[in-house]
C-alpha cells in the first residue's frame, strides 16, 4: 500500500470522548467534513474550557456562548462558568436540586421525585495534580501492572 502523503499531526488533547475531541489547534482540512462519515466534523472553535471529569465539562466559544454537559444533571438546572470554576478547588461540591422519574416495579408505576446532584471532581480515573493555591491544574494516568498501581 503507497500512501503519496502522511500527515503528521502534533496537538495536544484535552478531552476526548466517544464522538468528540478537544485539541489546541485545527487539524488538518483532509480530516474534516461534515457529510464524509468517518470524518470529524468541526462543531466550535472554543476561547476557554474547564473539563472536570468524564462527561462533565463546560466551554466558551469564540461566538461567546456557554455550552455544558454534565452527565446525569437534569438540562434544566442551569449552571454558568463560574460554577465550574469553583469546582477547581479542592475539596469543592456543587448541589442542586432536581426532579427525576424513577420506576417502581414492585409498585407498577413510575414517579417523579425530587434528587440532590451532587457534582464535585474525583480521582477514580485520573490522579489529580493541584497547585500550591489547592487549585486543579492538571491530571495524570494511573498506571497498573498487574493488580498493583505504580506511582508515576
Given at each position: ?28 482540512e ?19 474550557a ?16 456557554f ?29 442542586k ?24 471532581v ?31
Open positions: 500500500m503507497y500512501f503519496s502523503k502522511i500527515w503528521f499531526i502534533y496537538f495536544n488533547l484535552y478531552y476526548s470522548d466517544t464522538d468528540s475531541i478537544y485539541i489546541d489547534r485545527p487539524l488538518n483532509n480530516f474534516i467534513s461534515s457529510t464524509i462519515l468517518g470524518k470529524m466534523k468541526l462543531e466550535n472553535i472554543v476561547d476557554k474547564i473539563f472536570l471529569s468524564p462527561k462533565v465539562y463546560c466551554l466558551e466559544t469564540e461566538n461567546k456562548e455550552i455544558y454537559k454534565v452527565k446525569g444533571l437534569s438540562h434544566e438546572i442551569k449552571l454558568n462558568f463560574e460554577d465550574f470554576i469553583k469546582l477547581l478547588k479542592k475539596d469543592a461540591i456543587l448541589k436540586d432536581q426532579e427525576k422519574f424513577f420506576r417502581s416495579l414492585s409498585k407498577g408505576h413510575i414517579e417523579l421525585m425530587n434528587q440532590i446532584y451532587t457534582l464535585q474525583t480521582d477514580n480515573k485520573r490522579k489529580l495534580i493541584y497547585n500550591k493555591n489547592s487549585k486543579l491544574i492538571g491530571t495524570k494516568p494511573y498506571i497498573i501492572d498487574f493488580y498493583k498501581m505504580i506511582n508515576n
